[in-house]
DNA sequence: CAGAATCCAATTCGATACTG
DNA sequence: CAGTATCGAATTGGATTCTG
C-alpha cells in the first residue's frame, strides 16, 4: 500500500530527481488516466469505463499516486451512495504539453520504430519454440 | 532474453501503438544509457562507467531493446580483445528533444510536486510499523 | 573485453471476494 | 458507488559464474 520504499542513490543518475514522475510517465496506466480527464472531472466508475481494460485495485492505485504527485485531485460528496470526482490540478494539466509532445514524436516516428523493429527481429533468428 | 511476448491489447488505451517506446523512457535505464551517448559513442565498459550502478546484464538488455528500436547503433570490431561501439542513432538524437524538455519540465516543477507529495503523506497517516 | 547463462529476490499486476 | 484485502502469476532486476 504505497510502499513509502526510499528511492535507491542510483535512480539519480543523469534524470536526476525526476525518476519518480518518470515512473509515472512509464507506468502502465497514468497516461491512460490523465488522457481521460483532460476533458474534465470523471468519477471512479465513469473512469474504469474509459480507461479500458484497468482493473479496479491499478486505477486506485493510479489515482492514489497521481494525487500524492499533486497532478490530480479527489473530490468526495458525502451522499449516499457515495461520489467521488477525480480532475486534473493546474499542474495536471501543465505536464499534459511535454507528455504530448513525446508522444506525438512517437507517432510521428512510429513507422521508422517499427522498421527498425522489424529487421532487428529478422536478423536476431527467432529461436524454435521445439 | 527478449521475450517476443505480444503486446497485450490494452495496451491500445489513449496512448495508442507508442506503448513501446513509452516503456524505454520509463524504464530504469534507458533514459540513463541514451543520456551517456549524448556526447558521442562509447564503448561497452566506458558506458558501464558512466552509468552508475548498472549492472552487466541491465547494461546488455538495454542496448539491445534501444538498438531494435532503432535509436541506437552497435558497431562490433573483430579484434583481440573484442571492441564494441555504441551510438546513437539520428532517430535516437531526435528523440533526446522531446524527452529532455519532459525532464526539464519534472525539474521545474520538482518544488511543487515534492510539496504535493509531503502534504499528501502526512495526512496519510503513515502505519507505524510496529 | 563484452557478453551469455543461471538463479533468486523484489516488484507489479490481475482476479476475486468482501465492505461502508 | 467506490473502494479495501488477499492471493497468486508474471515481470523485472541484481548477483554470480562462465566463455569466445
New interface residues.
Given amino acids: 500500500m ?1 510502499s ?1 520504499s526510499q528511492t ?4 539519480q ?6 525518476r ?4 509515472r ?4 496506466w497514468s ?2 488516466v490523465i ?2 480527464l483532460r476533458a474534465g472531472p470523471l468519477r471512479f466508475n465513469e473512469l474504469k469505463k474509459q ?4 482493473s479496479q485495485r491499478m486505477l486506485t492505485l493510479t489515482l492514489r499516486y497521481l ?4 497532478l490530480v485531485t479527489r473530490t468526495m460528496f458525502a451522499t449516499i451512495p457515495p461520489r467521488v470526482d477525480y480532475a486534473l490540478t493546474p ?1 495536471g494539466f ?2 499534459l ?3 504530448c ?7 510521428e ?2 513507422a ?2 517499427e ?3 522489424r529487421s ?2 529478422e536478423q ?1 533468428v ?1 529461436v524454435p519454440l521445439t
Same sequence: chains 1, 2.
Fill in positions: 504505497l513509502h535507491p542513490e542510483y535512480r543518475t543523469v534524470t536526476g530527481g525526476s519518480e514522475i518518470l515512473d510517465v512509464g507506468d502502465k497516461l491512460s488522457g481521460a480507461v479500458t481494460g484497468i494525487e500524492r504527485d499533486g499542474l501543465k505536464l504539453k511535454p507528455v509532445e513525446l508522444v506525438e514524436w512517437v507517432q516516428n512510429s521508422e520504430i522498421a527498425a523493429q532487428f527481429d536476431t527467432p
